[in-house]
């Protein structure tokens, strides 16, 4: 074994928290004003701070649950919610569907008004807003975050999340559940297009860039255009064992350091001021009774001083689904001592209410623990600066749904949408050609935009986003409509489960492919998220793979367009493709960008965020170990292990060429705590103008713990014009050299690296 050298504490505490830890008694160190608020409330008024509710509570009509009618709030269970019990935050849209800014405005106008009695402590309201304003009717909505990763964009992923911000309070919501900051290596997962993907660096890059999209640079969140973000969900959710939603999890604790813990951690020096937990269960301790995570490790070594709130319903989990408490009761004892500040209860607040005032009453939750948490929901609430004003004056947000915004969501989708095979060049299209479009996902903006839009489960898309085109329509408005028809061959039933569809012409259009000089195919999946999208076959569906197969057989090119939320298997009708589009889920501009770059007009530039795996058995990411990519093994026992994903993270083809040249490090002998530069020359060598991104990979050959074969330390997005060279330089620090160690801290070992750029390759030694 090496001899282990401390690297760079990636994970140590800051001297601020230090400081406001050693001025710790029962109460944190808090600003004046909150801790004068908090010695004038009751504890009534204390627990009511830490229960959220979600709007439906509170509003009238038999129907409030699923009525499409003008939503109000009911005075008498305002009254009870407010006044009564104290409740200190509201969540979510009424009846699961998108409201205006105008409604939006009055909703939460009225609910601030029933706080002007006593002490007057505002309301503060949450919403998932995670590709835009996704509860408000009108708002931009942008690629969801899978495909803003693979646009390897930092400014595009901050000028989303800055719209976003906007129109977010715009409606009168200063709190935005984003963004999801969990890393996401398995395909099966129904929420792997929530996330940046499979890769850590990749995802706390761009996690950054959310955050002060939301925040502002300065985390100045009382600006009237800016949020307060909540990293989500913290830690290691989205690896259960059996790829399915809120299912247990077994993850080492290097492991959890190693590949889960950076994203949070740069988000957390980033200044997130909120963050929400992980629903699901780690090594058999549910997250949220899990006070190593929630407190030894966020609060006093992450120094994590913001607010933690429980994702829907999870305190209830306990008792109900997890089986460690013997009732609601002993489930809340449990969450608050483990460092829960605010219950996202949802539906029966009173309960929780009631039962955490016993418990402070019972000796069994300290009223310090309650202090602690009240005092940063307080001090969170005169950071937005809602006790100057709880809600938003929307007529003063003129560039609500404007067309500067929409240009922007456009131009993510354009760099978003990844081209993964191009065989002899047929694309992109010429503009007289006779296309064919078919597929599920041709003509519709709910499998466009997925999940978490204009309502939970997407499924009420069509109903807010008529005004947008689908693929069709903007094939049609691109190429003119005597060159383009459209015959789905197979539909989704829109009102069933994400997964059901039925044949749908499909003898026409397999007939009318032989017509046609190209067919444009759109497969993939209907909307989901969460739960309802659980899967149990990654291939993709029965229906759609017959169509292809059928339409393949008709002879003309194929160009398969994938629109999906997680990559479904395509290996059985991949060789019959002349190309293959992934737009993910692009969003409302997502059909325009896809038409410019199939007729040339964009040069596309997106890059995988995960391995595109080819079979259901072989889902193994692109940083593997290398057991996972041996070669044959020579002897009488020959084998090998087969790493064979369909394209590989980082893929993406463009329709001009860039060569890479003059790879050079600064040194070949480091120390490690130095640094290193590398520098590679880019050139533009087809024809056309287009970005690329450049990304270095770093390896360590070999370590105490078996090294991944490469991981990702560093990329840049270029343009350039036929031609053109750039040459970039890249820093390799300590701490991307540092792995985790058997003793669960980081290490740089001494021994040799590798970089590669490319195609390229050089070495360097850590002395």
């Known amino acids: 074994m090496k001899n282990a050298i401390a690297a760079m504490l990636l994970f140590a505490v800051t001297t601020h928290t230090l400081q406001a830890q050693n001025k710790r008694e029962d109460k944190p160190g808090f600003h004046t004003e909150v801790q004068a608020l908090l010695s004038k409330m009751s504890l009534e008024e204390k627990v009511g701070q830490m229960t959220q509710l979600t709007l439906d509570v509170i509003t009238k009509g038999p129907d409030r649950f699923s009525s499409a009618e003008p939503v109000e709030l009911d005075p008498e269970l305002v009254k009870k919610a407010f006044s009564k019990y104290k409740v200190g935050s509201v969540l979510n849209t009424a009846n699961n569907r998108a409201r205006s800014v ?37 708002a931009t909505m942008f690629p969801q975050q899978i495909a803003m990763a693979a646009s390897r964009n930092r400014e595009l992923v901050l000028k989303g999340a800055e719209v976003t911000a906007y129109e977010t309070r715009a409606s009168s919501i200063p709190w935005n559940f984003s963004p999801v900051l969990d890393l996401c290596p398995d395909p099966r997962f129904p929420r792997q297009w929530e996330t940046f993907g499979e890769d850590p660096f990749l995802i706390s890059e761009l996690g950054v860039q959310m955050i002060k999209g939301y925040e502002g640079q300065d985390n100045k969140i009382s600006d009237p255009f800016r949020v307060a973000s909540c990293m989500k969900h913290f830690l290691g959710y989205q690896v259960s064992v059996s790829g399915k939603d809120r299912t247990p999890a077994y993850i080492s604790e290097q492991a959890l350091r190693e590949y889960h813990l950076p994203a949070f951690k740069a988000a957390i020096d980033a200044g997130a001021h909120t963050i929400m937990i992980n629903s699901g269960i780690i090594n058999g301790v549910p997250v949220h009774a899990n006070s190593d995570i929630l407190i030894k490790l966020l609060r006093q070594e992450l120094g994590f001083k913001g607010l933690v709130v429980t994702d829907w319903g999870d305190i209830e989990n306990l008792y109900q689904r997890d089986k460690i408490a013997r009732d609601h009761k002993e489930a809340i004892m449990i969450a608050i001592n483990s460092g829960i500040d605010m219950s996202m209860v949802a539906y029966e607040y009173e309960r929780f209410c009631d039962n955490l005032i016993e418990l402070v009453k019972e000796g069994k939750v300290k009223e310090a623990r309650i202090n602690e948490a009240v005092g940063r929901i307080l001090t969170l609430k005169f950071e937005l600066g809602l006790f100057q004003k709880g809600f938003s004056d929307y007529k003063k947000y003129t560039k609500f749904g404007s067309d500067e915004f929409a240009r922007s969501a456009y131009l993510a989708a354009g760099e978003a949408i990844t081209l993964l095979k191009n065989q002899n060049s047929i694309l992109p299209l010429k503009r007289n050609a006779k296309v064919l479009i078919a597929g599920p996902n041709s003509n519709s903006m709910r499998t466009l935009n997925g999940g978490w839009t204009y309502s939970w489960q997407g499924e009420k898309v069509e109903e807010f986003a008529s005004k947008y085109n689908t693929i069709v329509e903007a094939f049609t408005k691109k190429a ?26 499909m003898d026409e259009a397999v007939k009318a492919a032989s017509a046609a000089d190209v067919v444009i195919l759109c497969l993939g999946e209907n909307s989901y998220t969460e739960t309802p999208g659980n899967l149990s076959d990654l291939y993709l569906s029965d229906l759609q793979t017959e169509l292809a197969k059928r339409i393949a057989a008709a002879g003309k090119p194929v160009v398969l367009v994938l629109n999906e939320g997680r990559p479904r298997i395509i290996s059985r009708i991949e060789p019959q493709m002349a190309a293959v ?153 300590p701490s991307q050299m540092s792995f985790i160690g058997r003793d669960n801290k980081p290490v740089v070992e001494p021994g040799e690296f590798k970089v590669e750029i490319g195609k390229l390759t050089k070495t360097f030694t850590v002395q």
């Open 581 to 733: 589009v992934q737009t993910y889920l692009p969003g409302n501009y997502g059909a325009d960008a896809l038409a410019d770059i199939i007729y040339g007009d964009i040069n596309p530039s997106g890059k995988l965020p995960y391995n595109y795996p080819k079979f259901p058995n072989s889902l193994v990411p692109y940083n593997h170990k290398p057991s996972e990519s041996r070669e044959v093994v020579q002897g009488v026992y020959n084998y090998d292990a087969d790493y064979n994903p369909q394209w590989e993270f980082g893929h993406g083809l463009s329709y001009t060429n860039f060569s890479y040249s003059n790879l050079l490090l600064s040194t070949d002998k480091i120390s490690a705590t130095g640094t290193i530069t590398a520098s590679i020359e880019v050139k533009n060598t087809g024809s056309r103008e287009g970005k690329e991104t450049v990304e270095l990979y770093l390896s360590d050959l070999y370590a105490s713990i078996t090294p991944d074969v490469k991981r990702l330390k560093g990329f840049e997005k270029i343009n350039l014009k036929p031609g053109e060279s750039k040459t970039l330089h890249f820093t390799i620090s």
């Open 480 to 505: 003119g409509a005597a060159q383009v028809s459209y015959i789905p061959g197979v539909s989704y039933k829109m009102a069933g489960k994400y997964f059901e569809e039925f044949e749908d012409r």
């Open 102 to 138: 105008e409604v939006w405005h009055k909703i939460i106008r009225g609910i601030q008004d029933a706080n002007k009695g006593g002490l007057a402590i505002p309301v503060i309201y949450g919403v998932d807003a995670i590709h835009g304003a996704t509860y408000t009717a009108g």
